[in-house]
């Protein structure tokens, strides 16, 4: 049950993209294709903002894309706006009704 | 609207106890499996525990078990955590939240409670 590795950090201008790493295991991100990604804004809930690698919840911006490569998945934020400045964390089940999150990466919108 | 709104939080001392509870509305709560995902001051999001729709089968993170147990009562739309044996390290905000599946992502969020586990 380790965590999910993350950048602490990405930083992005306006109308630029960024991506957002996530590397697990063949335990974890490797063995099913059940990652999600969470965008949470300080004293807030999380906010689902891609499941099942790459789908986006209705309301979720087609800004927002999700892939994967073996055990690591990315997030990719397309015309980064000022909204989008947050904290990013990744997901993924790990067998037998666990979850595995990962650290948590912070967004700068310069 | 759907909603899940959790309780129970509050400042206990360490070896203390604490249960928290969470309140759903506005969907079918026995349709949904559940989760507590926890958040440390300034860090970031644990997973906790899970519970599947009818409480068949519940799991949770090798720091809690044998501390913690999640239980769920359907005719009354809640979900609960019980935390016994609290120690400094589970000082954090705790949320319900619910997935659509076994190993489905976490749609709906509580706004979480605050467990401070202090001296």
């Known amino acids: 049950q380790s965590a999910l590795t993350q950048p602490r950090s990405v930083s992005g201008s306006p109308g630029q993209s960024v991506t957002i790493s996530c590397t697990g295991t063949?335990?974890?991100?490797?063995?099913?294709?059940?990652v999600s990604w969470y965008q949470q804004h300080p004293g807030k809930a999380p906010k689902v903002m891609i499941y099942d690698v790459t789908r986006r919840p209705s309301g979720v911006p087609d800004r927002f894309s999700g892939s994967k490569s073996g055990n690591t998945a990315s997030l990719t934020i397309s015309g980064l706006q000022a909204e989008d400045e947050a904290d990013y964390y990744c997901c993924s089940y790990a067998g037998d009704y666990t979850r595995v999150f990962g650290g948590g990466t912070k967004l700068t919108v310069l | 609207q759907v909603q899940l709104v959790e309780s129970g939080g509050g400042l206990v001392e360490p070896g203390g106890s604490l249960r928290l509870s969470c309140a759903a509305s506005?969907?079918?709560?026995?349709?949904?499996?559940m989760a507590w995902i926890r958040q440390a001051p300034g860090k970031g999001l644990e997973w906790v525990s899970f519970?599947?729709?009818?409480?068949?089968?519940?799991n949770y993170v090798d720091s809690v078990k044998g501390r913690f147990t999640i239980s769920r009562d359907n005719a009354k739309n809640s979900l609960y955590l019980q935390m016994n044996s609290l120690r400094a390290e589970d000082t954090a905000v705790y949320f319900c939240?619910?997935?659509?599946?076994?190993?489905?992502?976490?749609?709906?969020w509580g706004q979480g409670t605050m467990v401070t586990v202090s001296s």
């Open positions: 506005g969907f079918t709560f026995s349709d949904y499996y």
């Open positions: 519970i599947t729709t009818y409480g068949s089968y519940t």
């Open positions: 063949s335990s974890d991100v490797g063995s099913y294709n059940s």
């Open positions: 939240a619910r997935a659509s599946h076994s190993e489905g992502a976490f749609d709906i």
